[in-house]
């Protein structure tokens, strides 16, 4: 090929371009390889990983007993402990349903005008 900075405009752009297509191809190779270099090297180092043994210490529970309540026995409390009782089954046997109350109808027909 002749020398490259005594030729014609026209051979000089030829050159360049021949020069530019040559790197591109050479860059387009690198990455191939280090895609496949690297997707290689991944593999195998996921391949070589050991699982690490993990132990579950799971708690187990103890039941302490609980100290007697001291006023357990007092006859205020059993009796407001009964008014309790009796008063959470009188709501447990309420009817909440009210006949007369009924929600309005709403009109799905909206016209904007």
Do not use: H
């Amino acid at each position: 090929m002749a020398d490259p900075l005594n030729a014609k405009p026209m051979e000089q752009k030829n050159y360049l371009l021949y020069i530019i297509a040559g790197a591109l191809v050479v860059l387009i190779i690198m990455a191939v390889i280090g895609v496949v270099v690297g997707t290689a090297l991944i593999v195998n180092f996921q391949r070589n990983l050991k699982p690490v043994a993990t132990t579950k210490v799971e708690p187990t529970p103890t039941l302490t007993p609980l100290p007697g309540k001291k006023y357990a026995s007092d006859s205020a409390v059993v009796k407001l402990r009964d008014e309790l009782i009796k008063l959470r089954t009188e709501i447990d046997t309420m009817d909440y349903f009210e006949a007369q109350i009924v929600p309005p109808s709403l009109d799905s027909k909206i016209r904007i005008e």
